[in-house]
């Protein structure tokens, strides 16, 4: 898809809509395992395609390289839109405050900057912090309070502010 | 019984051990790192937990993910396999006071198991052989120089915390004792964190010996016969088999029963297995005890029919061996050899790769332990063994030829990817291996002539 440059045309107001609708549900399609969305409304139809997960691994007769290694990572799926998953740095239960009842380090909608500790991963009563990768606003928190969490599962989401 | 083991492993043990609790009716769960996201015991385990990156420091051997995958899944009993936390007392000791049950023994007897000097000590007094020398740590030349001259020369200086043969240094003069005593010493320090070191009758071509045994709770202890495992190439174990040509029925019986009872005289749980060196004489000596199940684990169970993971489990959840000593009949002959992606004409360097082809021989007693599949990564973080290829046979002539035509029929391939089973062939067909007539020196010596055929028709 390519944005296409609208400057006199009548349909502007219309084309952008369609084209929020889109961006938006393929938005919400992220980490389901849907790889094909088709919508008609009046003479207007979206058709959404997505690649399988998984495709994203090492390529036949590739050398073993570290960082092919793994299969796709929340990093390079979320890596198609602009949303940035901070992600667990270990395995442990999740908590959103400093303690019980404590305000919450973020909420939906705060403006983080890079190194600020936004949750606590709690593994053998070791309290690890984990920090905000980059500047953004949390657009989303994934988990609640005393969820368990695996290596590198995403906790949050920021979106890129000010670009 | 368990309801839930969590598996601290990877690779073929994961499996293996994902497919003992399977048949026992017991839930798995697989952990992994990044690399492993991909394997056959991911996909097998009733559940699986992403524990860390590749690297093992932060995945496998990372005590509060493991512990933390668990508890997520709350999981009752923990299996460590072999390597990694598999000896680590310090782990045993963690998940008991998580709750959680270490497949394995005790953290206080792992500890004695593996400081070598005390399990000689006590394994002497529990009436096992030793070779001549010291138990205790010797502390100066002086004192090493005495036993040399006792024991008479060669001698071997090990570390007491070495092992996988590191830390140990032979000396053939007298005039090199007191510097190689030192620098064994140095050396001992510099890896294993601890200097002492021990010094014993150095035997120049003895067979490897391993009695393989499994302690309950309630007192009771078993041995499953023994495994011949003298074709190593420097200390790494390629092909194991049992039971071993050497020793008579009176010598197994004697050497079996002598390593239960110093098992069961420690409070030693769990299977667990005893090393001993076989002079040319048929004096057995004890080396050291791996508290842990081994690789070559198979071959016991190709002879004597016992499910040797299973019995394990067992006994961790406090129930009592499922068999007798009297049960145990050792029937036939059994070989393995570890097919590993090594390559066998430059020194064994891992050749990690993504495997092409991978096509497991099948047939009449063949047993292939392995988590590869077609697609699958040899990756370059963890050991190199692709599959253990395992055979039965009424006789050791017949395994061995049982083993040729398995070997034949294993087609692995992959860019890069080279493996030792071309190696394990031309060692079959090696008259002297087919005797049976091997020693732990074999190896070496079959690469030494191999090179000089090479040279005079190349």
Redesign the interface.
């Known amino acids: 898809m390519s944005e296409s440059e609208t400057s006199t045309n009548p349909d502007q107001e219309f084309i952008r809509s369609v084209w929020e609708e889109a961006r938006d549900l393929i938005k919400r399609l992220e980490g389901s395992t849907v790889q094909r969305f088709s919508v008609e409304a009046g003479g207007t139809k979206i058709e959404i395609e997505r690649a399988a997960a ?1 495709a994203s ?2 390529g ?5 390289a ?1 960082a092919s ?3 796709a ?1 929340a990093e390079e799926i979320a890596a198609s839109d602009d949303r940035h998953p901070i992600l667990a740095p ?4 999740f908590y959103g405050a400093s303690q019980p009842g404590a305000k919450p380090f973020v909420e939906e909608g705060d403006f983080v900057d890079e190194g600020q500790t936004v949750a606590i991963v709690e ?2 009563k ?1 309290m690890n912090h984990v920090k905000a990768g980059r500047s953004g606003r949390v657009s989303e928190i994934l988990c609640k309070d005393g969820d ?1 969490v ?4 995403p906790i949050m989401y920021l979106e890129a502010t000010g670009e | 019984m368990f309801e839930k083991v969590l598996i601290a492993n990877r690779g073929e043990i994961a499996l293996r051990v994902a497919r003992a609790c399977r048949e026992l009716g017991i839930k798995s769960v697989a952990v992994y790192s990044t690399a492993d996201a991909e394997s056959a015991v991911v996909r097998f385990a009733d559940e699986a937990v992403q524990i860390g990156p590749p690297a093992a420091g932060r995945s496998y051997l990372h005590i509060p993910s493991i512990i933390g995958a668990a508890q997520k899944t709350g999981a009752d009993a923990i299996h460590p396999g072999y390597g990694f936390l598999s000896e680590d007392p310090y782990f045993a000791e963690i998940c008991t006071n998580e709750g959680i049950t270490f497949i394995g023994p005790k953290p206080d007897v792992m500890e004695k198991v593996a400081d070598k000097a005390t399990a000689r000590d006590l394994m002497s007094k529990a009436g096992l052989p030793l070779l001549p020398g010291t138990v205790d740590p010797v502390n100066t030349v002086d004192e090493a120089r005495d036993i040399a001259d006792e024991i008479g020369l060669p001698v071997i200086i090990k570390a007491v915390a070495g092992g996988g043969g590191r830390g140990m240094t032979v000396v053939w003069n007298r005039e090199e004792l007191a510097s190689q005593y030192r620098s064994t010493r140095a050396t001992a320090q510099a890896v294993f964190k601890d200097s002492a070191v021990y010094v014993e009758r150095y035997l120049q071509a003895p067979y490897h010996t391993e009695v393989q045994l499994v302690c309950d709770e309630h007192g009771g202890g078993v041995y499953f016969g023994e495994r011949d495992c003298s074709v190593q190439r420097r200390h790494q174990k390629l092909i194991e088999e049992a039971p071993s040509v050497h020793l008579t029925p009176e010598m197994r019986t004697d050497i079996g029963e002598k390593a239960v009872n110093g098992a069961l005289s420690i409070g030693y749980t769990g299977a667990g297995t005893m090393e001993f060196l076989l002079d040319q004489d048929g004096n057995l000596a004890f080396m050291e005890m791996n508290a842990r199940i081994q690789v070559e684990h198979p071959v016991s169970e190709m002879i004597t029919d016992c499910d040797l993971i299973q019995e394990q489990i067992r006994v961790a959840a406090g129930e009592q061996l499922s068999v007798t000593q009297d049960a145990v009949e050792l029937k036939g002959h059994a070989l393995e050899c570890r097919i590993n992606a090594e390559d066998p004409d430059n020194n064994f360097a891992p050749t990690a790769g993504r495997l092409e082809t991978y096509v497991p021989p099948g047939g009449p007693w063949t047993r292939v332990d392995s988590h590869c599949y077609p697609g699958w990564t040899v990756s370059p973080f963890y050991d190199s063994l692709i599959a253990k290829l395992i055979v039965w046979a009424p006789d050791r002539e017949r395994a061995i030829n049982r083993m040729q035509r398995a070997l034949s029929e294993f087609e692995i391939s992959g860019r890069g990817v080279k493996t030792t089973i071309p190696f394990h062939q031309r060692i079959l067909a090696n008259a002297q291996f087919r005797s049976g007539d091997v020693t732990t020196d074999f190896v070496e010596q079959f690469m030494a002539e191999e090179k000089q055929l090479a040279a005079a028709t190349g």
């Open positions: 998984g691994a090492p036949a007769g590739q050398p073993v570290a290694m793994p299969a990572t270990l395995v442990g239960t593994a053998m070791l368990w695996e290596f590198e599962q």
